[in-house]
């Protein structure tokens, strides 16, 4: 196991890099070690396992490295912080870069960490296209993470999401990037009642991203499910977009493939959208499970 867990650290050494100190440095399965992944955050660790305890070789393994790592369960049923595993702890927030960028980890802030290393590409994409004078909507935007990537390029942009937890820290993403969040806007809510809201003020935006979960709930217990109520997501931010503006449409659900997950994105479009889909990071080699369609 040990041959195992040094290799495929060793092939992800190149992405690495000053300006990038995050990655998936194993991934399960694509790497002969399925059910366990490990990812790092600016020299800090993050093991996570399907089973319920951590293998004594991957554990003495870690000790001997000598970093701080957590681990973290995948349960969906039950989502919990990541518990200290090894090395020095980790208490404090702290931040890491993809590309140039900072953004701010906790390992105390329940179950994810502030950031999904799967989208560092479409980051990205999304700062190669964003500039001065243009708008991007970040929909379900956790933590700010692609308004962070638009905004260090000139772009203003507009997040929201339901947790004023989140917007907050989308806030504190900006600031670590020397970016004023005063020049930005921030909404609470439900995504749906403010792509309704917008149209009604006439807004447009030349961007948007669309990443919900799987499955939520709003305050008033409205359910959103991808596989029901993407295609109206979908229409209803289409009929806000700039002219030339595009779509990022994104998914981590597993009951559909690439192509369903497209035929649903534009079902109910108002117009024609030419698609594009982006693949997953060179460091995620398990099965490719988020499907990420560009539409323009």
């Not at 792509?195 to 003020?201: N, V």
């Not at 982006?278 to 499970?289: E, G």
């Amino acid at each position: 196991m040990r041959d195992l867990l040094e290799s495929a650290v060793a092939r992800r050494a190149s992405l690495v890099t000053g300006e990038t100190n995050a990655a998936r440095l194993i991934d399960g399965a694509g790497d002969g070690l399925p059910g366990l992944f490990l990812e790092s955050f600016a020299g800090r660790r993050l093991l996570s396992t399907a089973n319920a305890a951590v293998p004594p070789a991957v554990q003495e393994w870690l000790r001997e490295l000598g970093v701080s790592c957590y681990w973290k369960r995948l349960d969906q049923h039950q989502k919990e912080s990541p518990a200290h595993l090894t090395g020095p702890e980790t208490p404090s927030p702290f931040l890491m870069r993809e590309n140039g960028i900072r953004f701010e980890i906790s390992f105390q802030s329940g179950y994810s960490q502030g950031i999904f290393l799967d989208q560092r590409d479409n980051r990205a994409e999304v700062r190669r296209r964003m500039g001065p004078g243009l708008k991007l909507l970040n929909t379900f935007a956790y933590t700010g993470a692609f308004s962070a990537a638009a905004a260090t390029a000139g772009a203003e942009t507009t997040t929201l999401d339901l947790s004023q937890t989140y917007l907050d820290w989308a806030r504190r993403n900006l600031c670590h990037n020397s970016i004023d969040p005063a020049a930005h806007h921030f909404c609470r809510g439900d995504t749906f009642h403010w792509l309704r809201r917008f149209a009604k003020q006439g807004r447009r935006f030349d961007g948007i991203v669309l990443d919900p979960p799987t499955f939520s709930r709003d305050e008033k217990g409205k359910v959103f499910r991808v596989e029901n109520d993407f295609g109206e997501l979908a229409a209803l931010a289409a009929r806000l977009l700039a002219p030339g503006g595009w779509l990022l449409c994104c998914t981590n659900f597993r009951g559909m493939t690439p192509a369903e997950f497209e035929r649903l994105a534009t079902s109910r479009l108002p117009r024609a959208l030419k698609a594009r889909h982006a693949p997953m990071p060179p460091d995620f080699t398990d099965t490719p499970y988020l499907k990420a369609v560009w539409l323009e």
